[in-house]
Structure formats: structure tokens, C-alpha cells
């Protein structure tokens, strides 16, 4: 399973354009359209997207529920690239879907909507909360070195063992 974690709930909660989904969901950092979208292959248990998630999410403040899109389907060229350098779990399993330009994303997307309820996998605040702590009370060292580094975010910062 391919999984992308949307930049808003909300986005894919209201009826928009195509072309309004992209730029906000699809925008590369230098304005454009991003043409390798990040995902992750996952397996399709529910632990998987909660511990991909958190680790995906460990700078935000806080942690807010979250949506994963299944992407598997359309099939398109998938690139295995390195992930955030910080987590062994998702960096092995990070990847990018390639398109070739602004039109083949644009239809990438409206494939995705045709069967939108079925793709769309929720992860909530407190399954994100529930792991971190638990891998934090566990003493895990990847983990452990997040909570306790000087920029870590607050509510991470507060689940750390006394």
C-alpha cells in the first residue's frame, strides 16, 4: 500500500477543482506542481500508517489527526528515495510517485477521486499520542533521541518518562 498523508483534512472533505486540490495538496516548494509527490509503502495494518504517521509528524505542534490516502492505484513509476533521516522505519520506506507534467498529475488526481472513500484511512491524535508514549516509555532510542532534543515540540516533550 501507498500512502500519503494529506497536507489538510479538509482539503479532501470539500468538493474543489482539480487544479485548487493541487495547489493544495500537490505544490512543490517552489510553487509549482509537484511532480513526485512523496509517499510511503506501507503495509495495510493500521499500526503501519499510526507509526508512519507519527514519525512523519514528530514537528508538529501538536500532532493533529491526520489523513492517509491509499495511492497504490493508478499504478505509476514509483522512485525509492531516502526519508526523514531521523527514523529508520520511514526512511526505509519512503518513496516518490513520478509524473511527467502538470496534465498527467492533474489526471493522477481525478483517478484518485473517482474512489476517494475507499483510499482515505484516518489517523487520529490519539493513536499518534498512544505509540509515542508507549515507544518512549520502551526506552526507544530513535524515539528517546527526538524527545529530547532542544527544538523538540511540547507535546512530545511532555510524554518522555519522568
Known amino acids: 500500500m501507498l500512502v500519503r498523508f494529506a497536507r489538510r483534512l479538509a482539503n479532501w472533505e470539500e468538493e474543489l477543482p482539480v487544479e485548487e486540490l493541487q495547489k493544495r495538496e500537490f ?7 509537484d ?3 512523496s509517499v510511503y509503502e506501507l503495509d495495510p495494518a493500521q499500526t503501519h500508517r499510526v507509526r508512519a504517521y507519527a514519525e512523519h509528524a514528530v514537528g508538529l505542534d501538536p500532532p ?4 492517509g490516502l491509499d495511492l497504490t492505484e493508478p499504478q505509476r513509476p514509483i522512485d525509492p528515495t531516502a526519508g526523514s533521516p531521523r ?3 520511514i526512511r526505509e520506506r519512503h518513496r516518490e510517485i513520478v509524473l511527467e507534467d502538470a496534465g498527467a498529475l492533474h489526471a493522477f488526481i481525478r483517478e ?10 484516518q489517523v487520529t ?4 499520542v498512544a ?3 508507549e515507544r518512549l ?3 526507544d532510542e530513535e524515539w528517546t533521541l527526538a524527545a529530547g532534543e532542544r527544538d523538540a515540540k511540547a507535546w512530545l516533550v511532555k510524554l518522555r518518562p519522568a
Open 27 to 33: 505544490k512543490a516548494r517552489n510553487g509549482g506542481p
Open 35 to 37: 511532480l513526485r509527490p
Open 64 to 67: 493533529a489527526t491526520a489523513l
Open 87 to 89: 527514523f529508520q522505519f
Open 112 to 121: 484518485i477521486l473517482v474512489n476517494l472513500g475507499e483510499r482515505k484511512h
Open 125 to 128: 491524535r490519539q493513536e499518534v
Open 131 to 133: 505509540y509515542v508514549r
Open 137 to 139: 516509555q520502551a526506552a
